[in-house]
Nanobody, 122 residues
Framework: VQLVESGGGLVQAGGSLRLACAASGLTFYRYHMGWFRQAPGKEREFVAAINWSGGRTYYLDSVRGRFTISKDNAKNTLYLEMNSLKSEDTAVYYC????????????????WGQGTQVTVSS
C-alpha cells in the first residue's frame, strides 16, 4: 500500500489549501480513509475521516465547518479542502487507510502516507 500526500504549503491566516492523497496497492473503494495532523512537540491527532462509500464523514470539532473531506473512488484519491485556516492548523498532515473503519483512533489505521507540511502564518 502506498499513500502519497500533496498540496501542503505556506498560507496566510484566513486562506485555503486543498490536500490530496493518492492511493495505490489497495482496493481503495473498500477502505475508510482519514486525515490526521501532528504539530511539533504534540501527538498525532485526528482531523477528519470518511467511510468507504463517502456517505459518512467525521470531523474534529475545531475544524468542522472549515474543512471538508471527500473521496473519489474512481481516481483512488482522498481530499481535504481547508478553508479559513488558522495558525493553530499548522502541522504535518497525514492521510491513512483503515479496513475496519476507525474513525478517530490512530491505531485503527493500517497504512500511512509520508505527510505534507501545512504552515499558516498569522
Amino acid at each position: 500500500v502506498q499513500l502519497v500526500e500533496s498540496g501542503g504549503g505556506l498560507v496566510q491566516a484566513g486562506g485555503s489549501l486543498r490536500l490530496a492523497c493518492a492511493a495505490s496497492g489497495l482496493t481503495f473503494y473498500r477502505y475508510h480513509m482519514g486525515w490526521f495532523r501532528q504539530a511539533p512537540g504534540k501527538e498525532r491527532e485526528f482531523v477528519a475521516a470518511i467511510n468507504w462509500s463517502g456517505g459518512r464523514t467525521y470531523y474534529l470539532d475545531s475544524v468542522r465547518g472549515r474543512f471538508t473531506i471527500s473521496k473519489d473512488n474512481a481516481k483512488n484519491t482522498l481530499y481535504l479542502e481547508m478553508n479559513s485556516l488558522k495558525s493553530e492548523d499548522t502541522a504535518v498532515y497525514y492521510c491513512a487507510s483503515s479496513a475496519i473503519g476507525g474513525p478517530y483512533n490512530v491505531r485503527d489505521y493500517e497504512a500511512w502516507g509520508q505527510g505534507t507540511q501545512v504552515t499558516v502564518s498569522s
